[in-house]
């Protein structure tokens, strides 16, 4: 009755086992293949979200910099403007700025450390009162810009930690 003999039918087993699992084997790296191309288009939309929610933040910081920016600005030049109301002209002529007063001036707007004092730097610099106030008034006003530079640059930082999360 067994009209198959042994190794063939051992062979035709195997032959099929082998059809199996490369048929098994074909079928799940497709279906890993579309998992992973589902994922891939997940992070995408992900990125491509959070890439959004950076820029509306960055807008919303980058106006409301300018926006401060420009008040400062405009304190600081009707400060500016000022000045020769505050420091009047006789204050000018009663007040002598002397050179050691520029130079350590000088030295601090710099970041340096001042040259030690000479007998030179008594005499007068030939320097107004009133240019010393609107120099130092420009000054600050810098100072102020830079301060909103930098509280706009934290809140932008803080932003992108958020729109990541």
């Given at each position: 009755m067994n009209l198959i003999p042994w190794p063939y039918r051992l062979l035709t087993l195997a032959a099929l086992s082998v059809a199996l699992v490369g048929f098994g084997w074909i079928k799940g790296?497709?279906?890993?293949?579309?998992?992973?191309d589902a994922a891939i288009q997940q992070q995408a939309l992900q990125a491509a979200a959070v890439r959004e929610r950076q820029a509306q933040a960055t807008v919303k910081v980058v106006t409301q910099y300018v926006d401060r920016v420009r008040v400062v600005r405009e304190k600081g030049d009707t400060i500016i403007k000022e000045v020769p109301v505050y420091v009047p002209v006789q204050a000018d002529a009663a007040c002598t700025i002397n050179r050691g007063f520029v130079r350590l001036h000088d030295a601090a707007a710099a970041g340096d450390l001042p040259e030690p004092a000479r007998?030179?730097?008594?005499?007068?610099?030939?320097i107004a009162l009133s240019a010393v106030a609107g120099t130092l008034a420009a000054n600050y006003q810098t100072c102020h810009e830079n301060a909103e530079q930098l509280r706009a640059l934290q809140a932008?930082?803080?932003?992108?930690?958020?729109?990541?999360?």
């Open positions: 790296a497709s279906h890993v293949q579309a998992q992973w007998d030179a730097d008594a005499a007068a610099a030939g932008w930082v803080s932003e992108m930690a958020s729109t990541t999360k």
